[in-house]
């Protein structure tokens, strides 16, 4: 089966440092979407983008986070000044279209840990 | 508000014996509903989804779930565990016509023992 491949796995920064997740979604699929999940939580949907813009974002997605498909091939979170409420593992996930019956892959994650 | 419910932080069953997970879901218009499982230091995969027809419907590695409207619940299920089922299960709703953004409830780890 087609897989979401994301890197790094881990990733420590300290607090006000930028971080930048990558992500490189299935060949064929034309939506992105990032997610995060902190310790103990639920998944929690960040972002979504198509056609190289934001199509939604949620409250959490604010003006420190930024998202990018520089090459057609990578798409990249990027975390402009870290927190310690940063700390947790992020998601990238993408689907082919629209329909009911398209599904949604995910990549296995990036822990991020901001000291 | 769309939400997504999953009362029971942890479910144990002994191997062989049937397991149920439970969910209900919160959302305006007709729900698509989904279940994905973790397992550790692996990304969310897909189970199984309802989107429409047939209240049952069946997934990957034996599990099913039973879509109840009047109840708003979509419980997972399996005949018979198998330790190796051991892993966290999250229940999701995708609200019609958005895409691939999934609210997700909190999780529930099903620990199988032999």
């Known amino acids: 089966e087609p897989e979401v491949t994301q890197t790094p796995s881990h990733q420590v920064t300290q607090m006000g440092q930028e971080v930048i997740l990558r992500c490189v979604p299935i060949?064929?699929?034309?939506?992105f979407y990032w997610y995060r999940q902190i310790l103990g939580q639920k998944v929690e949907f960040l972002v979504s983008?198509?056609?190289?813009?934001?199509?939604?974002k949620s409250e959490i997605f604010d003006d420190q986070f930024s998202v990018e498909r520089p090459d057609g091939s990578n798409f990249t979170l990027k975390i402009r000044s870290t927190k310690l409420e940063d700390s947790a593992m992020y998601f990238c996930a993408s689907i082919r279209g629209r329909t009911p019956e398209e599904k949604l892959f995910f990549g296995s994650g990036t822990q991020l840990s901001v000291l | 508000a769309q939400s997504v419910a999953q009362p029971e932080d942890q479910v144990n069953v002994a191997e062989g014996n049937p397991l149920t997970v439970k969910c209900t879901y919160s959302v305006s218009g007709n729900p698509y509903l989904f279940w994905y499982v973790q397992y550790p230091n692996r990304g969310l995969q897909f189970l199984l989804k309802y989107i429409t027809g047939d209240n049952l419907v069946k997934g990957s590695y034996g599990f099913e779930a039973e879509f109840n409207k009047s109840q708003t619940s979509f419980h997972l299920k399996k005949p018979s565990a198998l330790v190796s089922d051991s892993a966290l299960y999250f229940c999701a709703v995708r609200p019609a016509r958005q895409g691939g953004k999934l609210i997700f409830g909190q999780g529930t780890e099903l620990s199988v023992k032999p």
């Open positions: 983008f198509y056609n190289n813009e934001i199509s939604e």
């Open positions: 060949s064929n699929h034309l939506y």
